[in-house]
């Protein structure tokens, strides 16, 4: 690889990290790598510097951001040779514990150019894309508790960068007055069609198997280029019945549990009574009555690891 773009999302994750990302850019390039770092404070600019990336036919561009940064650029590289690569430097970044790409530990400086280097060294492999009511994503759309904790973290990010842990504790504290909502869900795709009805607590398309912040496991038999998501809905009214469920997923036992359904497809509705917010990525979108998703097969070309694209891709070597 010979030219690399890298976008920073200014406003994701701790202060420090731009300076990572500068010293990264500058070891890249002392070792001949034609390299263009674009520092925004907005998803738009970054996208308009995406959309620049590709015009100017780069072979890569890094994206030192969070889950939602990385989805609204991978949207803007869709269909182009230009591969991505995450570069955590988010809150969560569950994207990159995916895909196997060495996230920041306190005490370990060096994570991000491990990251980058590991990112250089690998394969493009050709990746499905979601589209939630027209807007792309690489990792969640969903209505519901998860939207609501969402749009309780944006606010929480406006007044001050928050560690994942406070995130944690808040997901927890927003959940307390939250007694689901009736939905109507439905599934198409190879198997034919599904549908389920009921109160649920939150109803998300996944198309990893990690959820809440990568707190919970909900299934390790995802690949990301079969051009099939999953629709993942749990039903219940209460706190406690929430917190239940959360141990359930949490150890393991939620594989079979009547409150607990799973349609998989490649298309599928989520329809409430009355407009509900929704998120994309883990970001709050504007309320809706219907999130409607479909599945964009092999659209973007993602810079994976060789060992986790031989467990999340059927065929590896795309």
């Known amino acids: 690889m010979s030219s690399v773009t890298i976008l920073y999302n200014s406003r994701a994750g701790?202060?420090?990290y731009g300076r990572q990302v500068e010293r990264?850019?500058?070891?890249l390039a002392r070792d001949g790598l034609a390299v263009r770092l674009e520092r925004r404070d907005n998803i738009d600019g970054l996208r308009q510097a995406a959309r620049e990336a590709v015009a100017a036919v780069a072979e890569a561009v890094?994206?030192?951001g969070g889950n939602g940064t990385l989805g609204a650029i991978a949207g803007e590289l869709a269909g182009s040779p230009v591969a991505l690569g995450v570069l955590p430097v988010g809150t969560a970044n569950v994207l990159a514990k995916t895909l196997h790409v060495p996230r920041p530990?306190?005490?370990r400086a060096s994570s991000l150019d491990r990251a980058a280097r590991l990112l250089l060294d690998s394969s493009a492999q050709l990746t499905d894309l979601g589209c939630a009511n027209d807007q792309s994503f690489l990792m969640w759309a969903g209505m519901g508790l998860d939207a609501l904790v969402?749009?309780?973290?944006?606010q929480e990010r406006a007044r001050q960068r928050t560690a994942f842990a406070y995130n944690v504790a808040l997901t927890f504290w927003a959940a307390r007055d939250w007694h689901g909502l009736d939905l109507v869900l439905r599934s198409s795709g190879p198997a034919g069609p599904s549908e389920a009805r009921g109160h649920f607590m939150m109803a998300t398309v996944c198309h990893t198997g990690w959820h809440g912040g990568g707190l919970f496991l909900l299934t390790d038999d995802l690949r990301l280029d079969d051009g099939l998501m999953d629709l993942w809905a749990f039903e219940g009214s209460t706190?406690?019945?929430?917190?239940?469920?959360?141990?359930?997923?949490?150890l393991g036992r939620h594989g079979g549990h009547p409150k607990v359904h799973r349609l998989t497809g490649?298309?599928?509705?989520i329809e409430a009574a009355e407009p509900q917010t929704i998120q994309v990525d883990a970001e709050p979108q504007a309320p809706a009555r219907r999130l409607t998703v479909d599945v964009r097969p092999r659209r973007l070309r993602l810079l994976v690891?060789?060992?986790?694209?031989a467990k999340l891709y059927l065929d590896p070597r795309s």
Request: aromatic share 8%; charged share 25%.
């Open 14 to 16: 701790r202060a420090s």
């Open 62 to 64: 890094l994206v030192a």
């Open 266 to 269: 490649d298309h599928f509705e």
């Open 105 to 107: 530990r306190l005490g």
């Open 24 to 27: 990264l850019a500058d070891d």
């Open 305 to 309: 690891p060789r060992a986790a694209a």
């Open 150 to 154: 969402t749009q309780a973290f944006e």
């Open 239 to 250: 706190y406690p019945e929430g917190l239940a469920l959360a141990l359930d997923v949490l």
